[in-house]
């Protein structure tokens, strides 16, 4: 499934304070600890390649680059869930970080 802003957005709409409240754990966990923000994107990213969620594969992948990750970075990250994600969900993720490259002309 393809993150859809669209979707996200009637969420938002529907469902404020629920909406609201995630966003506030979000930030609490990053808050939360030592690791930087580059790194707790790549983190994320791996768990959402080796769960296969597209939609999230690819909304990671615009925070990154919006927060000014190179493309490489973020190749490399998804590279890395090879030998734990296996080579075909990492080949698909690629797929996915790909689409989301090309789109932002990087």
């Known amino acids: 499934m393809k993150y859809s802003k669209k979707y996200f957005m009637e969420f ?11 966003d506030q754990l979000g930030a609490e ?5 030592p ?8 983190i994320k990213l791996g768990v959402a390649i080796a ?3 597209e939609g999230n594969v690819q909304n990671l ?14 190749r490399h990250a998804v590279l890395l869930t090879t030998t734990t994600a296996g080579f075909p969900t990492m080949i698909g993720a690629m797929q996915w970080v ?3 490259i090309a789109a932002k002309g990087k």
Do not use: W, Y
């Open 98 to 100: 790909e689409e989301i």
């Open 29 to 33: 966990c990053a808050k939360a600890g």
């Open 12 to 22: 938002q709409k529907r469902f404020p304070n629920v909406a609201k409240s995630f």
């Open 35 to 42: 690791i930087d923000k580059k790194t707790q994107h790549l």
């Open 51 to 53: 769960l296969a969620h």
């Open 61 to 74: 992948t615009m925070q990154a680059l919006a927060d000014g990750m190179s493309p490489d970075e973020i």
